[in-house]
């Protein structure tokens, strides 16, 4: 099976950088995604990052390093509507999602 | 409109008394899951389902049943709900179990008094 950790909440002021880090443990790994949540709405999914390096989409990247079981999203250019909660999802041998427990981020004006 | 529609949006109910939460996707998607979601703990896979007529356990498969006897549908049934079921439940279809994008719908919150 597959376990993520990742920090609970994270703050950052409106134009900054944050970084939110997963660490996962797993028998079978294939990948990792990131999927941002807003107030309990439908998840959606941000990117996919099967081989090691960063992943670029606009103000977001995600970073994975197969050796050291790390990923990160980085959020760059903080908008307000970017506070949510963010989670790292663990790609399975069967291709499942594994999701971790999630990050809130309050961006503060 | 690309979209997974889950039903009801908000569902109470009482202990031990049959229900189906109905899930349908109109992307044509072969792969589609239900997830758990409660506070502090993530999404927990409950069940997923690879193609029509082939399903499988996830995480926390106890209590609840699923069929897939149509590309389109995936309905998610508690035979005799109890209160530690209360929680918010999301259905989420994907291309094929290869492509990781994962489609949610609106999700339903259930309560089991």
């Known amino acids: 099976g597959q376990s993520l950790e990742q920090p609970s909440e994270v703050t950052a002021v409106e134009g900054a950088i944050v970084q939110i880090n997963c660490t996962y443990q797993t028998s079978g790994f294939y990948g990792l995604s990131w999927y941002q949540q807003h107030d309990g709405g439908a998840p959606t999914f941000l990117s996919y990052n099967a081989l090691d390096g960063l992943e670029e989409t606009g103000r977001f990247s995600s970073f994975l390093s197969r050796s050291d079981s790390y990923g990160y999203l980085l959020l760059q250019e903080l908008q307000m509507k970017d506070s949510a909660s963010y989670f790292c999802?663990?790609?399975?041998?069967?291709?499942?999602?594994?999701f971790g427990s999630g990050t809130q981020l309050t961006v503060l004006p | 409109e690309a979209q997974v529609t889950q039903n009801p949006r908000y569902l109470i109910t009482v202990t031990g008394k049959k229900l189906t939460v109905t899930c349908s996707q109109n992307m044509n998607h072969e792969y589609m899951s239900w997830y758990r979601q409660d506070p502090g703990l993530g999404l927990r896979q409950i069940y997923y389902?690879?193609?029509?007529?082939?399903?499988d356990k996830g995480d926390v498969p106890e209590g609840y049943k699923v069929s897939r006897k149509e590309k389109r549908n995936f309905p998610l049934i508690l035979e005799s709900p109890s209160p530690n079921q209360t929680s918010l439940y999301f259905c989420?279809?994907?291309?094929?179990?290869?492509?990781?994008?994962?489609?949610f719908g609106q999700g339903t919150r259930l309560t089991v008094v």
């Open positions: 999802a663990g790609v399975g041998s069967a291709r499942q999602l594994t």
């Open positions: 389902s690879m193609n029509v007529e082939v399903t």
């Open positions: 989420a279809s994907r291309l094929d179990r290869m492509n990781t994008e994962a489609f």
